[in-house]
């Protein structure tokens, strides 16, 4: 994996004021942390942001970003993300992982057999569900992100082992 990789940790959801603050919508475990995180940019890369937060907003927090003084300057921000850099975040317990570090990964089932890999990583409020794209077809299949439905994820190797739900996936011997 790239060292150089980035990750969205936040989107700008418009102006707040008129003095150029923009209502700031966190990604981070720690939602007040998006701050500390260096210079943000956009995913391009073309623009960076200096974070000053000012205060709590519905679903978020206001800010200050560098070089950003009207609010017209705001709301043309409106539904940036901001990313930052793979290496500017903190280290994880072995059994967490950022979503990015699993997307693209091939997931096998327990026998070896490949089930596709890893299209995103959902999260409609209960637990984590991996989006795994299916060899040869455009059709998706959502697995469980648990230890039982997902025992291994091998970041070096680049692959994930899941023992899914019986009739999770397609039985490869039924036409």
Do not use: W
Not at 47 to 55: C, E
Not at 105 to 116: I, M, Q
Not at 121 to 128: I, P, Q, W
Not at 145 to 169: H, K, Q, S, Y
């Amino acid at each position: 994996m790239s060292k150089d990789m980035t990750i969205c940790i936040g989107a700008i959801a418009g102006a707040f004021g008129v003095r150029g603050e923009v209502r700031l919508k966190s990604f981070t475990a720690q939602p007040e942390d998006i701050a500390t995180y260096g210079p943000l940019h956009t995913e391009d890369g073309a623009r960076s942001f200096t974070v000053t937060l000012t205060g709590q907003a519905k679903n978020g927090f206001t800010a200050r970003l560098s070089g950003v003084t009207t609010k017209e300057d705001a709301d043309a921000l409106r539904g940036v993300r901001l990313y930052t850099d793979r290496d500017r975040l903190p280290s994880l317990p072995d059994d967490e992982y950022y979503h990015a570090d699993l997307q693209g990964l091939a997931v096998f089932d327990t026998g070896g057999v490949s089930l596709g890999h890893v299209k995103t990583v959902l999260n409609h409020g209960a637990s984590d569900l991996l989006e795994i794209a299916q060899p040869g077809t455009s059709e998706t299949v959502l697995l469980p992100f648990t230890r039982a439905a997902v025992p291994t994820v091998d970041l070096a190797g680049g692959r994930i082992v899941a023992d899914p739900p019986d009739g999770l996936f397609p039985d490869p011997e039924t036409p």
